[in-house]
């Protein structure tokens, strides 16, 4: 079993920046992939970034060079750090975990909101 807790959303004008933050715990497996997704109103959840405890990282071409996707393997956390935030980019945003052979896990969501 694996808990994610997500931290970090908030209210931020066009151009700002904000830092989301992901703690796993329960049985976490050292080969996994961490990454976020985000629903916006009236819209699919949809791919944010991916990082595999290897070190691969995958973006949505809309992110790409305005977010970066990192982890503290040690911690057991992943961080999603996005800057030059655009009123597109308002949505919940959700952590994810997922390991070969099990079920995907999913964090309760924190909201951002880019107010123009």
């Known amino acids: 079993q694996v808990q994610l807790v997500e931290s970090g959303g908030g209210l931020v004008q066009p151009g700002g920046s904000l830092r989301l933050s992901c703690a796993a715990s329960?049985?976490?497996?050292?080969?996994?992939?961490m990454g976020w997704y985000r629903q916006a109103p009236g819209k699919q959840r949809e791919l944010v970034a991916t990082a595999t405890s290897a070190g691969s990282t995958n973006y949505a071409e809309s992110v790409k060079g305005r977010f970066t996707i990192s982890r503290d393997n040690a911690k057991n956390t992943v961080y999603l750090q996005m800057n030059s935030l655009k009123p597109e980019d308002t949505a919940v945003y959700y952590c994810?975990?997922?390991?070969?052979?099990?079920?995907?896990?999913w964090g309760q969501g924190t909201q951002v909101t880019v107010f123009s």
């Open positions: 994810n975990y997922r390991i070969q052979y099990y079920p995907t896990y």
């Open positions: 329960g049985n976490i497996f050292s080969i996994n992939t």
